[in-house]
Every structure is written in structure tokens, then in C-alpha cells.
């Protein structure tokens, strides 16, 4: 496997953070051997209407001596709640994701140091690769389900890379009011860390900024304290009884 160069010591205001539940930290860059695995991402072929690509792989972690620990769990079926994802073809639904080709421990490293996460505890991590294009006959739709929480503890949007597009403009939006907190199209290398129990987010659609293609390449990491993991069949259990009504996209 590949493994993600990124150094542990990214710059992010935790002091920020910690008082409003978001920062914009920058990252280091990725090698070219990473980015280069978005060009394989297989198809989306749970949202046919979108040219969206994507990879999922789920770890165990925990800090001990100063360092962080993970391993890979077993491979399962991804699900989210339609309590928090109302699209029908998302929310509550069992959706496969073939695992990563590349190693995403110094991502994970990274974005745990920079959020400030408790060391004592222990997390489940859901590491998302995605890949959006927008051409001519696909929208750029980069959230499918709209402004939405994830239904985790944090959730981190981190841009690897932005090929010819324009908008994906990234939003911060408070649930009771309605009022957009923040907004900011990410460079690359750049990330939002997100209290996801706090927020909605949203990010705007892509398109081409010349000619006919262009794609927006993320990742995407879910964290929660083990104890309150989104992985394994209590879990799966809890999201496909949720009983929301749905939203089909026109």
C-alpha cells in the first residue's frame, strides 16, 4: 500500500476550535503516488446520477506512549441513519465501498492532533476517498444530501486536490437558525475540522472552469469515540430503523 506523506505538526488554531466547533487547518501537500490513487477510485453505484468515485476504510484507534495506534476493522457494509441523511438512495441504506490502496495513518495522525482529541479514549474512523466530476453531461454535485450532519462526534473535509473547477464552495451553517457561520472554498491541502454535533455543512456544486471535465478530489473523515462507533450491527441496526421521511432528488 501507499502511504499518505503528511507531517504530524499541520497548523490549525485549536484555540479556535475549541470555541466555535470549526477550524480551517492547512495540511501537507500529498506525493504524487497518493494522488495518484483517486485515478482508480471505483464507481459510486449507489448514486447513479452523480460521476462520483469513492473508497472507504474503517479503523480502530488509540494512543499509547505518545504515539497513535490504529488497525483496520473488517471490512463491513457503510451505513448512515436516515435520521441525520434523508436521501433515499443514502440514508439507511447498506452501501459497499471497496477499501483503500493507500495508508492513511499520518492523515489520521494529523487530523486527531489537530482537532485535540482526548488521548485517553479510544476512536472508530471512517476514512472516505472521493473523487466528483463535472462534465458535460454529469453535475458537479459534491452533497448529494444537502446541508446534513453526519452523525458522528467530528466529521473533517480535507481537499487533496482541485482539477480545472470552479465552486465547491465549503459552508458552516447553524441548525436552529438557518445563519451560514462560515464560507470558504478549500484550497488544496487545505481542511475544515467540523463538531458535527453542532453544525450542518454543505459544500456547493463543481463545474468546469475551461473546456469539459473538470473533478474535485476529497477526503472525507468520520471520528467518534469507540464507545459510540458508527461501525458493526448494533449500529447497523439503530440506522436502517431510523424512520425520517426521505428526500428522492428530482
Same mark, same amino acid.
Not at 154 to 170: D, H, K, L, M, Q
Not at 209 to 223: F, K, L
Given at each position: 500500500m501507499n502511504e499518505i506523506q503528511m507531517a504530524r505538526d499541520i497548523t490549525s488554531d485549536e484555540g479556535h476550535f475549541k470555541a466555535f466547533g470549526y477550524a480551517i487547518v492547512d495540511m501537507p501537500p500529498l506525493s504524487e503516488e497518493v494522488l495518484a490513487t483517486f485515478d482508480s477510485l471505483p464507481r459510486d453505484h449507489h448514486s447513479q446520477s452523480r460521476l462520483r468515485h469513492i473508497r472507504l476504510s474503517q479503523y480502530f484507534g488509540y494512543r499509547e506512549e505518545g504515539q497513535w495506534i490504529f488497525a483496520l476493522l473488517p471490512k463491513r457494509n457503510y451505513i448512515q441513519s436516515a435520521d441525520y441523511?434523508?436521501? &433515499?438512495?443514502a440514508g439507511g441504506v447498506m452501501r459497499y465501498r471497496e477499501q483503500l490502496e493507500c495508508d492513511p495513518t499520518p492523515l489520521m495522525v494529523s487530523i486527531l492532533d489537530a482537532l485535540g482529541v482526548d488521548g485517553a479514549e479510544s476512536y472508530q474512523l471512517n476514512v472516505n476517498q472521493i473523487r466528483v466530476?463535472?462534465?458535460a453531461e454529469f453535475k458537479g454535485i459534491t452533497v448529494p444530501e444537502g446541508p446534513h450532519r453526519d452523525g458522528h462526534a467530528y466529521s473533517v473535509i480535507v481537499v487533496a486536490?482541485?482539477?480545472n473547477?470552479?465552486?465547491?464552495e465549503t459552508q458552516v451553517i447553524d441548525p436552529v437558525s438557518h445563519q451560514l457561520i462560515h464560507r470558504q472554498t478549500l484550497a488544496e491541502n487545505q481542511a475544515i475540522l467540523l463538531d458535527d454535533e453542532r453544525y450542518i455543512?454543505? &459544500?456547493?456544486?463543481i463545474e468546469p472552469a475551461q473546456g469539459e471535465v473538470g473533478y474535485r478530489d476529497i477526503w472525507?473523515?468520520?471520528i467518534n469515540p469507540w464507545h459510540q462507533r458508527a461501525y458493526?450491527?448494533?449500529h447497523e441496526r439503530r440506522a436502517s430503523q431510523a424512520n425520517l421521511p426521505r428526500v428522492v432528488p428530482a
Amino acid at each position: 500500500m501507499n502511504e499518505i506523506q503528511m507531517a504530524r505538526d499541520i497548523t490549525s488554531d485549536e484555540g479556535h476550535f475549541k470555541a466555535f466547533g470549526y477550524a480551517i487547518v492547512d495540511m501537507p501537500p500529498l506525493s504524487e503516488e497518493v494522488l495518484a490513487t483517486f485515478d482508480s477510485l471505483p464507481r459510486d453505484h449507489h448514486s447513479q446520477s452523480r460521476l462520483r468515485h469513492i473508497r472507504l476504510s474503517q479503523y480502530f484507534g488509540y494512543r499509547e506512549e505518545g504515539q497513535w495506534i490504529f488497525a483496520l476493522l473488517p471490512k463491513r457494509n457503510y451505513i448512515q441513519s436516515a435520521d441525520y441523511i434523508r436521501l &433515499a438512495e443514502a440514508g439507511g441504506v447498506m452501501r459497499y465501498r471497496e477499501q483503500l490502496e493507500c495508508d492513511p495513518t499520518p492523515l489520521m495522525v494529523s487530523i486527531l492532533d489537530a482537532l485535540g482529541v482526548d488521548g485517553a479514549e479510544s476512536y472508530q474512523l471512517n476514512v472516505n476517498q472521493i473523487r466528483v466530476t463535472a462534465n458535460a453531461e454529469f453535475k458537479g454535485i459534491t452533497v448529494p444530501e444537502g446541508p446534513h450532519r453526519d452523525g458522528h462526534a467530528y466529521s473533517v473535509i480535507v481537499v487533496a486536490r482541485r482539477n480545472n473547477v470552479n465552486g465547491g464552495e465549503t459552508q458552516v451553517i447553524d441548525p436552529v437558525s438557518h445563519q451560514l457561520i462560515h464560507r470558504q472554498t478549500l484550497a488544496e491541502n487545505q481542511a475544515i475540522l467540523l463538531d458535527d454535533e453542532r453544525y450542518i455543512h454543505y &459544500a456547493t456544486d463543481i463545474e468546469p472552469a475551461q473546456g469539459e471535465v473538470g473533478y474535485r478530489d476529497i477526503w472525507v473523515v468520520e471520528i467518534n469515540p469507540w464507545h459510540q462507533r458508527a461501525y458493526g450491527p448494533s449500529h447497523e441496526r439503530r440506522a436502517s430503523q431510523a424512520n425520517l421521511p426521505r428526500v428522492v432528488p428530482a
